[in-house]
């Protein structure tokens, strides 16, 4: 059963650093042609693709956010961390992991709702 | 990066009627497209991958079509579970994008 889950703080305030993780399992973050993505959506809003690790370890940004964003993953642990920095109000969304297969993102995790407020 | 659009932005449908909903790419994706159903306070479902393939489980009143520029996702007889936003997505050079929805509500 493959699952998702995203963890990480519920409450940031401006100019802060946004430390997000990701903890899969039912596969293995070593699947070839598998990775995972970070996927946003403000409320009420649509959804916003952030960033993404291949299973090689190569990784791909959002051409509008690259400068703020590092993404990693620690195949051990089965987790993929996202960090996002000088954190906005605007930044304020549901936070998504999700899984690619191909082309494609067969399995999400619930979400977590991230606030930047001071 | 390649950006995507939607239409139309939302509809009212009646339960029974076909839906069709457009999703174009600012340059050829080929057949890279996947179409997402999302409810409120839920995470996206994926319905339709390849433009055109069935993901498991998903009702076969679902369909896709299209390559290219130009895509199509049509639900042939709209369910009362089927009152929901739907977003396409692409991947092309390493890079994923999300339409900006089709909302479809009740009419």
């Known amino acids: 059963q493959v699952t998702l889950k995203e963890s990480g703080p519920v409450l940031v305030k401006p100019t802060e650093t946004l430390t997000l993780t990701c903890t899969v399992s039912?596969?293995?973050?070593?699947?070839?042609?598998?990775?995972v993505s970070w996927i946003r959506q403000p409320p009420g809003k649509a959804l916003e693709w952030l960033a993404h690790i291949f299973s090689n370890d190569e990784k791909s940004y959002s051409t509008s956010l690259k400068s703020r964003l590092t993404i990693s993953k620690d195949t051990s642990k089965s987790q993929v961390v996202l960090t996002m920095t000088n954190m906005d109000p605007v930044d304020t969304a549901t936070y998504y992991c999700a899984r690619q297969r191909l082309a494609t993102f067969d399995y999400w995790g619930q979400g977590t709702l991230v606030t930047v407020s001071s | 990066a390649i950006q995507l659009t939607q239409s139309p932005s939302s509809l009212s449908a009646s339960v029974g009627d076909r839906v069709t909903i457009t999703c174009r790419a600012s340059?050829?994706?080929?057949?890279?497209l996947a179409w997402y159903q999302q409810k409120p306070g839920k995470a996206p479902k994926l319905l339709i991958y390849?433009?055109?393939s069935l993901e498991s489980g998903v009702p076969s009143r679902f369909s896709g079509s299209g390559s290219g520029t130009d895509f199509t996702l049509t639900i042939s007889s709209l369910q009362p579970e089927d009152f929901a936003t739907y977003y396409c997505?692409?991947?092309?050079?390493?890079?994923?994008?999300f339409g900006p929805g089709t909302k479809v509500d009740i009419k």
């Open positions: 997505q692409q991947f092309n050079n390493y890079l994923f994008t």
């Open positions: 340059q050829g994706i080929s057949s890279a």
């Open positions: 039912g596969f293995s973050l070593s699947n070839a042609r598998m990775g």
């Open positions: 390849d433009a055109s």
